[in-house]
């Protein structure tokens, strides 16, 4: 991700009045950090949690131990229950969930690079739903470029699945 592409997508973030708040566990904070180097960004990031131990996603995120159970920790499920978990702490209208692994030491069943990701938007209208999108996506590179890799999608991510959220709710299908 270039400065300018990252620029441009906090400028708008900012004018549409969007804030995030992030749920991390293999980014680390990164995520977070990534954005709070942009000039404006206090306008943007209202918090960042940190999860990266089973136990932490479940006393901080309050992330189900059933979820956790019957997921591997590096999955769409457990991504998706990091961030309704902070979307419940934050009054943020956007949350951003990584978990994954870096390295082949973490999950031996896992490739190492896999990474799994959660974008919730809370709505604006009170009748319209929550809506959460998953992917998962495996990089290639050293466990700093997996984690940096990973954090630049998920924010040039945003503004997809934006675009995805705005067709749905104008009934258009939007051929993800």
């Given at each position: 991700m270039t400065e300018q592409d990252l620029a441009r997508i906090v400028k708008n973030l900012i004018d549409s009045q969007w804030t995030i708040a992030t749920a991390e566990s293999c980014t680390a904070g990164l995520i977070a950090?990534?954005?709070?180097?942009?000039?404006?960004?206090?306008?943007?990031?209202?918090?960042?949690?940190?999860?990266y131990s089973p136990q932490a996603k479940y006393r901080c995120l309050g992330v189900d131990q059933a979820v956790l159970a019957a997921n591997n920790l590096t999955s769409e499920a457990v991504a998706r229950a990091m961030a309704k978990g902070a979307a419940e702490l934050t009054p943020a209208n956007l949350i951003i969930a990584n978990t994954g692994?870096?390295?082949?030491?973490?999950?031996?069943?896992?490739?190492?690079?896999?990474?799994?990701?959660?974008?919730?938007?809370?709505p604006r209208d009170p009748f319209d739903p929550?809506?959460?999108?998953?992917?998962?996506?495996?990089?290639?590179?050293?466990?700093?470029?997996?984690?940096?890799?990973?954090?630049?999608?998920?924010i040039l991510r945003i503004e997809h699945?934006?675009?995805?959220?705005?067709?749905?709710?104008?009934?258009?299908?939007?051929?993800?």
């Open positions: 950090s990534t954005l709070a180097d942009q000039p404006g960004a206090g306008g943007l990031l209202d918090c960042a949690f940190v999860t692994v870096a390295d082949d030491t973490a999950a031996p069943r896992i490739p190492a690079g896999t990474q799994c990701y959660a974008w919730l938007f809370k929550l809506v959460v999108y998953t992917e998962t996506i495996a990089f290639d590179g050293s466990r700093e470029e997996i984690r940096r890799q990973s954090a630049d999608y998920a699945w934006l675009q995805v959220l705005k067709q749905e709710r104008q009934g258009l299908s939007p051929g993800v």
